[in-house]
Every structure is written in C-alpha cells, then in structure tokens.
C-alpha cells in the first residue's frame, strides 16, 4: 500500500483519504467485472468499487425482463455485426473475454447457464438475481471492496505523480476521499436513471479532457405520429423529439397497444429513401413500437430524427403472401360475407370489419381500421402489405435499454481499455461508444470491456501478467 508523499500532499493537500492501488468508479455490469479483472485477492491489489446507489448492479436486476439474457454465443465474425457504430474498439475485449468464456467462468463461480433462440444466454435459473450475485461475490472474494451509496462529485489528478504518490483523488457526496494509482470510470449511460444512470461520467470524462458527446437513447420505443395525446418537450435536438413514455395514449393507442406482431415484415424509410428492411416481432406497448425488430431499427431512426429527418416505418402483415394473391383472397371473402343474407344489414364498414377477421387476429383489427386511413375492400390487400406510421418521436432515457454515444474510440486504447489523454485513467461500458443490438450483445460489452480493464490497470502497476 502506497502512503501520502510529499508530493501527493503538495498538490491534493491533506485530507483524511483512503488509498487504493485501483478505484472503480460504477458497480454494475462493467464496475463488477472490472473487479474481478484485476484479480485483487490474489495478486495483493487493492481495489475499491464505489457505487452510487444502496446495491450494486441495479440495472442488471431488470435485463432482460427480470431474466438477463448476458452474453451471446456467437462468433466474432456475427457478433461484431451487431455491434455500433464500429467493432473495432471491441476486439480485442471480446478476445480476451468470449462469451463461451464468459459463460465458463460463470459456472465456474457457481452459475450455470442455458443457450436459447439466437444464440441468447441466460442463468438457468433465469434471474437477473443470480448474475448480480454471482458477480459481486466473486468480485468480493476477489478482494475488490463494493462501498455502495457513495455518490461521486469529483476527480483530480496529478498529472506529475511521481513513483509512490497517488495519481487520482476521487470526492464523494458524504465528504469521503479516496486516493488510486489507477482509475476506471464505469458509471454506465443515461438510459434507466432510476437505477443510478445519471451521466456523470461524460461530465467527469470531459472534464478530464476527453469529448464524451453526441449521446442519444437506442432500444428504445419509437412513437407514431398520433399515437399520444401529447406532443413533445421542447428544448435541445434530441428533447424536440422526445415523447415521454408517460403520456397518455391516444385513441388509436389504446387501439393497437398490448398487440405482439410475428413475423412481419418492417420496412424503414428516412427522407423518402429505404433505409432498413427487417423480418420479425414487433410489439405495440404504451410506449409505442418495440419488440425485437422495433428495437432493432430504433437506433437508426432516432438519429435521422435528432438530425432532422423525416422517418417513416411500412409494416408488411403478410410477407409470405403478394400482393395481386392476397387481393385476390380478400375480393373472395367480400363477396362471400356480402353474398350471406345475414350480413344483408351490415355496412360496408362493418363488412370490412368482418373481412379484417379473418386476415388479421381479431385484437388487431380495430386498431387497424382506425389507423390504416381510408381503406376499402379494393384496397384493404394494400394496406395490409404497406401499412405506414410516420414516427414522429421517441421514448427517452427514462426507459430506452442503452445509450448510444459517448467516449469515441480515438480516445481509447482498444487492447487495454486506457484513456489515450490521461494516463492511468480507463473506461469500461456503456460509458463508451460502443451499443448493439438486443441479444445479449451489450451486457457483453460491459463485461469483456470491464473485464480487460481491470487486468489493464492491474498489469499496469506491474504486480500481475496477462492471462
């Protein structure tokens, strides 16, 4: 353990402290990981995780639903596809920590996994609960101290630390200090700040000299245009388009929300131009449009809209069937329901209400008809392969899963997760510009990238070797 020098009081001043060979500042996902990365019991570091809220991992406890699908078996070459807004700077993490590594030390330090659809790995159990406690109490046996409620305020540096004083000074809320030869910032986004995402490490990030900037909600709900009552905030780029999950359904809402679409085809436009073409599950929630492929595209399209695009989404309900035979399909039950002497008192309208029935599941209908336009028998087959929602926002960081954005990869150096301007200084997960897809694919980045991290600290300080 290193002791207060000359030097570290000439420029922190004295301060009752308490120093650590490593300081990680977040203990969720990458925080936990990062601990275990530096290996503290065996290797006589000492390491301590401050986190903000009264439990680490909050956010961890409600992946995936309560179920916490953590990491994705796919191969580099698939899995890096899901990756954005490059790969790059993901490498050599994910090589350092595969997810059938992952997986391995998970059952290792006692829970076992299952592999689903997609490739999707989860706790056997399927409780977030267990990858939470397995991780903090590896990270503990480890010898990693987790000091929770202890909200950091500030850091400082002493760029001209010479051998034996501290580099970094850490402030926290309750008056505390602690003093670190090495630091890592893995405080997470902005996405959930109920669960202690607030942003402060892109405060800290750019105070230090990095340009931690352009963030934006991903995997979140895209809103149609007429699906709320209300309209949007008013202020920046991205609070223009922000429609706050709050706010109340509008009529054709209420219509269509609580409908899961399989198997449908999503077509994106973005100024008129096809931007994305998807095949699969969409939901319509009080949010708006999620799902596996709503989430999908959502990235895309809050981006166009923050920049001042026009976004349009085509739902195709019956991809498998073209459309001169789904016409043909749908003239053939008009005639017969208008052909049936019990439908001889009906209207058109509740004709095509009828029709719809039989094409779509019944939940769906009303939905349809109120939002679909002016449509008739003769056009019915069109709408149902081109039915179009303009969206005109989005759900924010109150409940998007991830935040895309943050420390550019210039300004890191990929092999060890350091900062590239302040020596000593590291950056683990969704603190970095790095998002994917859902899937497992970004608890996976804070793993691999929290994991390397902390072996990158630990080696740094030349008291443990790669493995």
């Not at 301590?48 to 916490?68: Q, S």
């Not at 109120?370 to 109150?398: C, D, P, Q, R």
């Not at 301007?421 to 691999?448: C, K, Q, R, W």
Request: charged share 25%; net charge neutral; with cysteine.
């Amino acid at each position: 353990m290193n002791h207060m020098t000359d030097d570290t009081v000439k420029y922190f001043g004295k301060d009752k402290f308490e120093g650590k060979d490593i300081i990680i500042i977040g203990g969720g996902a990458a925080g936990l990981m990062c601990g275990i990365g530096a290996d503290a019991a065996g290797n006589k570091l000492t390491v301590g995780i401050l986190e903000k809220m009264p439990r680490p991992a909050r956010k961890i406890m409600i992946t995936g639903k309560g179920r916490c699908n953590f990491t994705n078996m796919k191969t580099w070459n698939e899995f890096s596809t899901h990756i954005h807004p490059g790969p790059a700077l993901l490498k050599p993490a994910f090589y350092n920590l595969t997810p059938e590594r992952l997986a391995d030390y998970m059952r290792d330090w006692g829970m076992e996994s299952v592999v689903e659809r997609g490739d999707r790995v989860f706790p056997e159990s399927h409780l977030a609960s267990d990858v939470v406690d397995t991780l903090a109490g590896e990270a503990k046996r480890r010898g990693a101290e987790i000091l929770c409620n202890k909200e950091v305020c500030g850091i400082s540096v002493n760029a001209d630390a010479c051998q034996g004083a501290w580099r970094f000074r850490i402030s926290t809320a309750d008056g505390s200090s602690y003093f670190a030869d090495r630091l890592v910032i893995a405080t997470g986004g902005l996405s959930y700040p109920s669960t202690g995402s607030s942003g402060d490490g892109y405060i800290w990030a750019n105070e230090l000299g990095h340009h931690a900037g352009s963030c934006f909600p991903s995997l979140t709900a895209l809103v149609p245009k007429g699906y709320k009552t209300a309209g949007k905030d008013t202020g920046g780029k991205a609070e223009k388009f922000h429609i706050h999950r709050s706010t109340p359904l509008s009529e054709s809402g209420r219509l269509l929300c609580g409908n899961q679409l399989k198997n449908v085809g999503v077509h994106v436009f973005i100024d008129g131009n096809l931007s994305m073409d998807e095949f699969g599950d969409i939901d319509f929630t009080d949010g708006g449009i999620e799902g596996p492929i709503g989430f999908k595209v959502s990235r895309k399209c809050v981006n166009a809209l923050i920049n001042g695009s026009k976004v349009r989404m085509s739902l195709d309900m019956k991809p498998a069937v073209d459309l001169e035979d789904l016409d043909k399909r749908i003239q053939r039950l008009w005639d017969e329901i208008s052909s049936d002497k019990k439908n001889s008192r009906k209207t058109n309208k509740e004709k095509l209400k009828t029709v719809a029935n039989k094409v779509l599941p019944s939940s769906l209908v009303d939905g349809f008809i109120k939002s679909a336009g002016e449509i008739g028998h003769n056009t019915m087959a069109k709408a149902l392969k081109n039915w179009e929602f303009e969206i005109s926002g989005f759900v924010g960081y109150e409940r998007c899963v991830i935040t895309a954005g943050g420390i550019p990869a210039n300004e890191i150096f990929p092999k060890t997760m350091e900062s590239r301007i302040v020596p000593g200084l590291y950056f683990a997960g969704e603190i970095l510009d790095l998002d994917a897809d859902t899937g497992g694919y970004n608890l996976h980045i804070a793993f691999s990238t929290g994991y390397l991290a902390g072996i990158s600290a630990a080696k740094s300080l030349g008291k443990i070797l790669f493995r």
